[in-house]
């Protein structure tokens, strides 16, 4: 007997109206969402790049700004503009994000490209100011005030000789930020100390140490004593490891200069056998340099040549106490110190109990023998004294004076577990009386490589191969019986 099929019965057209009004409010509602979605994403973005919210997961946190920076953007008072050298799609990634950083940190900082080549009189503009811009290079700019700093200074570079003789380099950290904050605050019209490095006498400044200064908003100059005039904006004065002796008309110069309110700092180089003007003038200010080379037998570096002293009691240890950072002394003669013509002394570095000291001329060998001084010896002082300014005020001026060259050499400058920079810094900002605002270490762009051991590699295999997979196909198949049931 042949069954018929059960008559089909028309969809009410309400039905029909309903089910379509529900498709087209369900498009609307994806089309909102995704709109409300998009419009989120775009303010997100447009935040993150104008108050710089992101994450620094670089090893060495190369972008993150230091507290130093934020607290110099933070005072800003004036609009000032970063200009970079080149068109923002060819701008140097690195160089790139940290002025995003600076926009993002104070609403006084602007960042905007200019592209050199599609741009020529732009340059020639700046030319006529004496200022000659470099692709790459950012343009810091206040007001009338403007500093370039060319691409290779925002790096610092190892530079090395290929087999061909050319000269190549490698980048070795970024220090765009110590350059940026560094000009920041010479356009805005922060004051800057004048630092002279004495001249004429075989001295040894090398170029970390004067980058040193200038990256911590010193400015330097050389001058030869007797011959030409410090600079109205000097307040200290640096002998850097003299090879020679000052005659005494340089000698009254400087004691001229010191008369005045000035400052001097004296790294008196330990090989030098006598100098005995220089040394003349250190004893009027009750520090004399003593012929004993000072020898380490436990706390030092590589050698008992090398010592690495304590501090004493002075303003300069302040920073290291908080810190926990240590100097190293290359090769460093004793001081001993006095009081004379109203001065009053003070150790600011000594060496151990353990320390022992040889006769440099007669030194034949490090360890330590029956005639040798015993320790504790000062290694590093200062020395300061009232004057009355020109106002009449009664006013301090200080000395700092240490036996060691090689403390301040780039080897030791720019290794950053070591405090060679900071003791510089630390003693210039006592006597000058100022805060250490610009001491921003290079960004080592070197990253280490993570090693995962073999147990590790086990555990995230069992984790984001195995477990995880099971247990959402888990969770979906309980959802789907769960449903078919209902």
């Known amino acids: 007997m042949r069954q018929e099929k059960p008559a089909q019965r028309d969809i009410p ?208 100059e050389q001058v030869v004593l007797g011959v030409e005039t410090l600079g109205e904006d000097v307040s200290t004065v640096v002998i850097a490891g003299a090879k020679r002796d000052f005659s005494e008309k340089e000698l009254q110069q400087l004691d001229g200069f010191m008369a005045g309110g000035g400052n001097l700092m004296v790294f008196r180089d330990p090989e030098v056998g006598s100098l005995p003007n220089l040394d003349g003038y250190l004893r009027s200010w009750g520090i004399t340099v003593e012929d004993q080379i000072v020898l380490e037998p436990t706390q030092q570096m590589d050698s008992p040549l090398h010592i690495i002293p304590v501090f004493g009691v002075s303003m300069i240890s302040v920073h290291f106490s908080e810190q926990a950072s240590y100097v190293v002394l290359p090769e460093c003669r004793a001081l001993s110190l006095d009081n004379p013509n109203g001065c009053v002394t003070n150790a600011v570095l000594r060496s151990t109990s353990a320390a022992y000291g040889k006769d440099y001329a007669s030194m034949t060998t490090l360890t330590q023998g029956g005639g040798d001084q015993p320790g504790p010896f000062t290694v590093a002082a200062t020395s300061e004294r009232s004057y009355t300014d020109a106002a009449g005020e009664t006013k301090t001026q200080y000395l700092f004076a240490a036996a060691c060259t090689g403390f301040y050499q780039e080897s030791y400058l720019r290794t950053e577990s070591l405090g060679n920079a900071d003791l510089v810094l630390q003693a210039l900002a006592y006597m000058n009386d100022t805060d250490v605002t610009l001491r921003i270490p290079v960004k080592r762009l070197a990253a280490n490589d993570i090693v995962i051991s073999r147990g590790g590699m086990v555990l995230f295999s069992a984790v984001f191969v195995a477990a995880a997979p099971l247990a959402l196909l888990a969770a979906g198949a309980a959802v789907f019986l769960k449903r078919r049931r209902a």
């Open 13 to 220: 057209e309400e039905a029909l109206r309903q089910s379509r009004r529900s498709r087209n409010l369900l498009a609307a509602y994806v089309l909102l969402l995704t709109a409300v979605a998009l419009a989120v994403f775009a303010v997100a973005c447009a935040a993150v790049d104008r108050f710089g919210w992101k994450m620094d997961l670089t090893q060495n946190q190369v972008f993150r700004l230091t507290e130093t920076t934020e607290t110099l953007l933070a005072e800003l008072e004036e609009p000032v503009e970063l200009i970079y050298c080149n068109s923002e799609n060819d701008a140097d990634s690195n160089i790139k994000e940290v002025l995003q950083r600076y926009a993002g940190a104070s609403g006084q900082i602007g960042v905007s490209y200019l592209d050199l080549e599609a741009n020529p009189a732009a340059a020639e503009t700046w030319a006529q100011r004496n200022i000659t811009l470099g692709e790459d290079g950012v343009l810091v700019l206040c007001g009338q005030n403007a500093r370039f700093l060319s691409w290779s200074s925002l790096y610092a570079l190892n530079t090395y000789t290929d087999e061909g003789g050319s000269q190549r380099y490698t980048l070795a950290g970024l220090q765009a930020e110590t350059k940026l904050t560094s000009a920041i605050a010479a356009v805005t019209g922060q004051s800057a100390a004048g630092v002279a490095f004495t001249a004429g006498h075989s001295e040894d400044a090398p170029q970390a140490l004067l980058d040193l200064l200038e990256g911590s908003n010193y400015e330097t």
